[in-house]
């Protein structure tokens, strides 16, 4: 997966549309399920209520949804679904064209939802798509590493050397340089630093700056604009323009992504399947609440993402169905 490269640009809103537009898709989706309890009706309308944009994303979603072409599409898809031999043939035929249908119209309501994304790519120097993970070299010898869904812009000039992180998660190997500072520049924070190893996570109203050698200095762009000193080995949150207290990481496992692992020790399942969704090259949609609570514990492979899911699965009492590796309904 990784590769090399070189090279500058800004931000926008458009990185906290696209978290939207995910959950806006799984919404849109469930809502069309008939065993709809009231209490995911309150979920989506409390989830709705949050903010002008998520009720505007959904109503077009909900749109693109209830075209008749696109249902017509999922229905010539879900007809295309192999047979399974048996007695009960009939019913879980019946049964399985109804889901086939469910996910086929997921799927392409996802593909008409993408196109949204390419202000990000327009602002861009590397970016990376779910499952990928990169490593470029900058002008200055310092590398950074792009995880999945991850998009970064450079501007180095004679006297800073500037990031910014767009979206997703990246890991910095700063070159020394005292005369020119390193910053990386997310939604929430600035973290400077000249040379030292660390990753910076962002998503929309949170950042998480892991330092794995050195030390940083980390400070919120809104707010209070306050400012910490991180050393190795602690990770630092920062929510609301406010930083929170640092606290102790296992290295080893917080940059388990770098080697291509998902390491997690007594983490909710809806955690871990959060996670995953950013690797998973289609929609994953967790319709049992319930079993989201139970706590997991393993090691999963993040370059074969499907994989990974198919085996999380057998750790709790859970059905999967899905369609190509475009959509897992877990239920």
Known sequence: MPSRD?????????????????????????????????????????????SPVHARIFQSLSAVWDDPDLHQAAIEIAHQMPRR??????????????????????????????????????????????????????????????????????SFDGTTRRVRLLKGEAYFRVEPDSTRPFVVESQETATRAVGTQ????????????????????????????????VTAGLQIQAEGGRLGHPYSVDIATASAWLRGRLVVNGVSFAQVID????????????????IGEMQVTGTYDLEDPSKALSLLTQTVPVHMVGMADRLAILF
């Open 6 to 50: 070189e090279q500058g640009g800004l931000s926008s809103q458009s990185d906290v549309d696209a978290e939207i537009r995910k959950e806006a898709i799984a919404w849109v989706v469930r809502l069309r399920n008939s065993s709809l309890t009231s209490d995911d009706r309150r979920a989506f309308e409390n989830w709705e209520a949050k």
């Open 85 to 154: 031999p048996g007695p009960w043939q009939a019913t879980f035929r019946g049964w399985a064209l109804r889901v086939a249908a469910i996910a086929a119209c997921a799927i392409l309501l996802a593909m008409a939802a993408g196109h949204f994304d390419l202000i990000t790519r327009f602002q861009a120097d590397y970016m990376t798509v779910a499952g990928e993970r990169r490593t470029v070299q900058l002008f200055d010898r310092s590398t950074v590493t792009l995880n999945t869904q991850t998009a970064i812009a450079t």
């Open 198 to 229: 660390f990753v910076v996570r962002t998503q929309p109203g949170h950042d998480q700056v892991t330092v794995l050698e050195g030390i940083v200095e980390i400070e919120t762009r809104q707010v209070d604009h306050s400012h910490m000193q």
């Open 275 to 290: 996670e995953l969704r950013r690797y998973y090259p289609g929609t994953i949609v967790l319709w049992n609440h319930a």
